[in-house]
């Protein structure tokens, strides 16, 4: 069979959902906060956008287009769009993600409005920059090891809060487990010189003033500003660590210190940490799944998978059909794939008050469970859970309490 003759077959397979690596849109849970909330979540057409499983001969669709760099600055240079780009509008929902947030916070917290949030593993803080969008009063904290991804937030996602954004978010650029080590990043801009603000950072997140996510002491320069040790910051009702980001830890004792240090930012009077997880038996070997959008197509490839050490590699790659150029690897992370269990013993030992599992099927990764796989994503949403038989796919948030 010919180029040709393969690729026409291969388009007229039957498409269906299948990542777990993605929650669409229609994850948004249309939650009720405050009456001004749940309905103004658009959800977007998926129509065109179902994830098909890749079981076609991936040397032969190699061959085709010509495979670019996947470094970002080179891509852009080529006229392509930008690596982080291509994740946002591919991998993340944070609208969705935002409204379960609210959601958690109203159940296991109550009594006031969270306005301050902290992202952490933030990538190009999309969720902080969304967090803002809603509310004057929010502030939101992002870390993260990647300055490059933090440099294009601020190019490309907090300009598009409106005119105060600069001043509500800071963003620090270094690792969770040394969060005083972490570093603020400069704006660059007579925006930062707003953030520097002189207002209280009470906790005080029921007060209708305006607040600026952070505070310096006069004397500070913007080039040795950390947080913790000379940057005062609003205390948190919410941390979140999103896209199973929590599995760029390997080891127990890095995780409970992650999670002492959450502990260590919420606010006195109660706030949660919330961290999602996925697993099932396909999470579990060899998996390529892709997921086709208007100009792009989406890959998430996983590696074998390691039972001693419960570890993948996961890369995800585009392919660009205008361009017809392919952006390979253009993220990879190996993971420590935790269980549920050894979660909850972490956040219970660094010392949260409770736990809840809120988990969702997802649409199988079978083939030959295609046509049910396609329907079951739409309509399943998250559900508090204490027990879960094991199934092909499945996501979950994790809600710890600090009260
Ligand atoms: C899977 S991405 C998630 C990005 C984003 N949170 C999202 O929802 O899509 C993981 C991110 O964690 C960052 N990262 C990994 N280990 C880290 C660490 N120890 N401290 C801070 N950031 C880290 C990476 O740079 C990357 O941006």
Not at 59 to 68: N, P, Q, R
Not at 121 to 127: D, Q, V
Request: aromatic share 10%; hydrophobic share 30%; net charge negative.
């Amino acid at each position: 069979m010919g180029k040709k003759e393969k690729k026409q077959k291969q388009q007229q397979k039957t498409s269906r959902r299948g990542a777990s690596y993605y929650r669409n849109e229609e994850d948004e849970e249309d939650y009720d906060f405050n009456n001004n909330y749940s309905q103004s979540l658009a959800s977007s057409s998926l129509s065109d956008q179902e994830p098909e499983h890749d079981d076609s001969n991936e040397e032969e669709e190699k061959e085709e287009e010509e495979e670019e760099d996947a470094d970002d600055k080179t891509a852009s240079k080529k006229g392509m769009p930008s690596k982080f780009l291509l994740y946002q509008q591919s991998v993340q929902s944070p609208k969705g993600d935002i409204s379960y947030l609210q959601k958690f916070f109203l159940l296991y917290v109550g009594g006031r409005l969270p306005l301050h949030l902290q992202e952490d593993f933030c990538g190009t803080a999309l969720l902080s920059t969304e967090w803002l969008r809603n509310d004057s009063r929010r502030t939101a904290v992002g870390v993260d090891l990647d300055l490059e991804a933090l440099n294009w937030c601020i190019e490309n996602n907090i300009n598009k809060v409106g005119a105060d954004g600069y001043s509500r978010i800071s963003l620090f650029h270094g690792n969770v487990l040394q969060p005083l080590a972490a570093k603020l990043v400069n704006f660059e801009s007579q925006e930062i010189m707003n953030s520097i603000g002189s207002k209280d950072c009470k906790d005080d997140s029921e007060s209708n003033e305006v607040k600026s996510a952070v505070q310096v002491g006069s004397s500070t320069s913007t080039d040795d500003m950390y947080m913790k040790r000379n940057v005062q910051l609003v205390p948190r009702d919410i941390v979140c660590a999103f896209n199973y980001s929590c599995c760029c830890l390997h080891k127990r004792v890095d995780l409970v210190l992650y999670f002492k240090h959450v502990l260590d930012v919420l606010s006195k009077k109660g706030g949660i940490f919330v961290m999602d997880l996925y697993g099932g038996t396909s999470s579990e070997s060899k998996l390529r799944l892709q997921r086709r959008f208007p100009n792009f197509t989406y890959i998430w490839e996983q590696a074998e998978f390691d039972i001693i050490g419960r570890k993948t590699r996961i890369s995800l790659h585009f392919h660009l059909q205008k361009q017809q150029r392919k952006l390979r690897h253009a993220f990879s992370y190996t993971w420590r794939l935790w269980s549920l269990p050894e979660i909850k013993d972490c956040l219970e030992e660094a010392g949260f008050q409770s736990v809840h599992f809120w988990i969702r099927q997802m649409p199988d990764t079978e083939a030959s469970r295609r046509t049910e796989g396609f329907g079951a994503g739409r309509e399943i949403k998250y559900e508090e859970a204490m027990t879960f038989e094991q199934v092909d796919a499945w996501n979950a948030y994790v809600v710890a309490v600090a009260n």
